[in-house]
C-alpha cells in the first residue's frame, strides 16, 4: 500500500526515513488555532487528525494510507506552538528556562477504507536555568523559529536540556517506537518487517 506523509517538516521526513518505508510527501495546510478551553492533547489529536484529512481527501478511491503528526510543547497546560517573533520566543525560553515541560506528539494514520488510528506520545523535558544572554544568543540562530516551543532538541538547545524522560523522537518530530507500531498494525511494511537481507554480515 502507498504510503503519503502529510508534512512539509524536514525533521518528520528524516524520521519516518528512519525506518526504511517508502514514501512520498505532500503537506497539509490547516489552520492551526486552539479553541477556547481545548486541552493540550485533544489539541495535538485534531491537529494530526485534520492535517491527515486535508491529504486523504485529495486522494479519495485511492489504495494509499496517510500519516500525519503534530507536536506542541505544553507547560501549565498552555500550549506553546512556533514563536511568532523575538519577544514570543524569548517568553518561550524564559518560560522553560529551569522547569520540566511536556512535549506532546499525535500520530494519525488514515487508510484507504476511511478508518483511521491515532496515538499521542507524552515526553518530559526538563531544561536546566537559562541566563537572558543565553536566550538572546539562541534566537539569534535560525533554529527557534519553525519549532513548537521555540528550541529544537537536536540541535543547539540540546544543550539546554538537563533531563528527558520518555522518547526522544517524539520530541523531534514523530514517535519512531510508536509510529512503527501504528504502521505494522494497519499492514504498512518498514525494513524491519523485511527479512530478505538477513543473514550475510559475517
Ligand atoms: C520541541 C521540538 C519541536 N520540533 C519541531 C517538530 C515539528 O516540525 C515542529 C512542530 O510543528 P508542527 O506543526 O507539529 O509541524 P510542522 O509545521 O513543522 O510540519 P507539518 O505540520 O507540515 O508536519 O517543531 C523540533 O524539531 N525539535 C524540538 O525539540
Known sequence: MRLLLASASPRR??????????????????????????KPADYVLRMAREKAAAVAGRHTG???????????????DDVLGKPVDHFDGLAMLARLSGRWHSVMTAVCLCCEDGQSEEILVETRVRFGQLTRAQCEA???????WDKAGGYGIQGLAGAFVSSIEGSYSNVVGLPLHETWQLLAAAGVTTRLERTEDMGGSE
Open 62 to 76: 485511492e489504495a494509499l494510507a496517510v500519516l500525519a503528526a503534530d507536536t506542541s510543547v505544553v507547560i501549565e
Open 138 to 144: 539562541y534566537l539569534a540562530t535560525d533554529e527557534p
Open 13 to 38: 521526513r528524516e524520521l519516518l526515513a528512519q525506518l526504511g518505508v517508502q514514501f512520498d510527501l505532500e503537506s497539509a495546510d490547516i489552520d492551526e488555532t486552539v479553541n477556547v478551553g481545548e
